[in-house]
């Protein structure tokens, strides 16, 4: 079930975006009343799945789930009509029409894929509001729970207080940031430090094996469930919250996993809270130190603000107020993603290794259906569509607006076997990263 709710979120958003981008293509078609022979979601290789013509447009969905098209008439595309284009211009193609008029059309997809972002970015500001726990509110720092960030220098308890230089004001901030991190500055036992960390640690993370987040709110250790044939499902509960270890207290779960280490066969004592009741009980380990039971490793805001953890701070905001605060959210989604296409194409970071392909996007969706986390994850993709789009690279939009912008500077226009040979050298391309992209996914599947 889990994978058809993961699938669900992940063809509806993509469908979405496709026909919304494609959108952009046709309503400023029709508008400088070009044809647009075909409107589909999909590819039609060979046969369509549906299709139905109306008027001079023939709308479908394709078989081919790799993204969708409108078919300009008159213009070089994907579909490399030679036929047509050796044909006399008509006053319905896109060639006939002036160079301002197709620049508006090519620029039309992406600029769609960007006002859907803000868009989504506002609505949700207006029926979500702000959930957050303040970073000055982590008392006692974060927990590390990858290796690669420990490697690089940051510890279990330490204080975040900026990435990159700029002050990190909430927990959220420093999730988010730390992947693209080059220098963290921690308060570490009432000591200011900056610890630089290696510039492909991007790859590093990868390569931990743990695909988790990289920190985490420090909680206490919570019982959440246990391994088959181990003997400590009747010691304790699933709840239950461990308190002291032989007599010893303890506050976070990080705390307990360390200790835990140390009880190699043994049978301690420990306390646990049950509800409003503390309970006394017993933990038996096995020769590997394991003891089968599981601990929450993330505990929801709800939670954490009824353990008395965190305080939990929550804005409510008019329609008015979410507008300028969706218009930023979209644009510091621009700027971050700008900044991590720049660190994929620096070599040194090897952050070209993790890109990924539809799997990667696959993964990105939830087990469990929640709107909130489908809208920001399609904001998030649209603003990613609209980004690699713009790139100058022939077959794409950004291809075509560069060869505009050309033709609207130079006042020559370049030739059809011209921009024919481009198209094919940027089909190459895109396949080449289609599937270096998509390996990229099969390889991790594989082998990590």
Do not use: C
Not at 37 to 54: G, P
Not at 228 to 235: F, I, R
């Amino acid at each position: 079930m889990d994978i058809v709710i993961k699938l669900s979120q992940f063809l509806l958003s993509l469908s979405l975006l496709i026909i919304l981008h494609e959108l952009g293509h046709f309503i400023p078609a029709k508008l400088f009343k070009t044809r647009v022979e075909k409107f589909y979601l999909f590819f039609d290789v060979k046969y369509s799945l549906l299709k139905k013509k109306i008027g001079e447009t023939e709308y479908g969905i394709g078989w081919l789930p790799l993204g969708g098209y409108v078919k300009i008439s008159g213009m070089i595309d994907e579909s490399m009509d030679k036929e047509q284009m050796a044909l006399p211009p008509q006053p319905w193609e896109f060639r006939s029409k002036p160079a301002w008029q197709r620049l508006i059309i090519m620029l039309g997809g992406v600029t769609v894929n960007f006002i859907l972002a803000f868009i989504i970015y506002i609505g949700m500001a207006f029926v979500y509001g702000d959930t957050y726990v303040a970073n000055a509110d982590l008392k006692d720092g974060v927990w590390v729970t990858n290796p690669a960030i420990e490697n690089a220098g940051i510890k279990t308890g330490d204080k975040i207080i900026a990435i990159n230089g700029k002050k990190m004001d909430r927990y959220d901030d420093i999730a988010k940031n730390l992947f693209m991190a080059s220098e963290v500055t921690v308060e570490r036992n009432n000591e200011i430090k900056t610890i630089k960390f290696p510039i492909n640690i991007i790859n590093k993370i990868s390569n931990s094996g743990v695909k988790r987040s990289l920190v985490e709110m420090r909680i206490p250790f919570v019982v959440a469930g246990f391994e088959e044939n181990y003997p400590n499902a009747k010691a304790v509960k699933t709840g239950d919250i461990l308190t002291h270890i032989n007599g010893v207290p303890v506050k976070y779960a990080d705390e307990v996993a360390s200790q835990f280490k140390n009880f190699s066969g043994k049978t301690i004592a420990v306390t646990v809270k049950r509800g409003d009741k503390v309970v006394q009980s017993t933990l038996k380990f096995n020769n590997k130190s394991k003891s089968g039971v599981y601990y929450a490793q993330r505990l929801p805001y709800s939670n954490l603000e009824k353990l008395n953890l965190y305080k939990i701070n929550r804005q409510k905001f008019s329609f008015a107020e979410s507008i300028p605060i969706g218009i930023k959210t979209g644009a510091n989604g621009l700027v971050e993603y700008g900044n991590q296409l720049k660190t994929i194409f620096n070599p040194k970071t090897e952050a070209y290794k993790e890109v990924g392909g539809f799997a990667a996007i696959f993964n990105i969706f939830p087990n469990t259906w929640s709107w909130e986390a489908f809208w920001s994850i399609t904001a998030l993709l649209s603003i990613m569509l609209g980004v690699m789009n713009l790139l100058p690279i022939p077959a794409l939009d950004g291809g075509h607006v560069m060869f505009l912008l050309y033709e609207i500077i130079s006042g020559k226009k370049p030739s059809d076997k011209f921009l024919e040979n481009a198209q094919m050298v940027g089909f190459v391309l895109l396949i080449a990263l289609l599937l270096f992209a998509n390996g990229n996914d099969i390889y991790k599947a594989i082998v990590k």
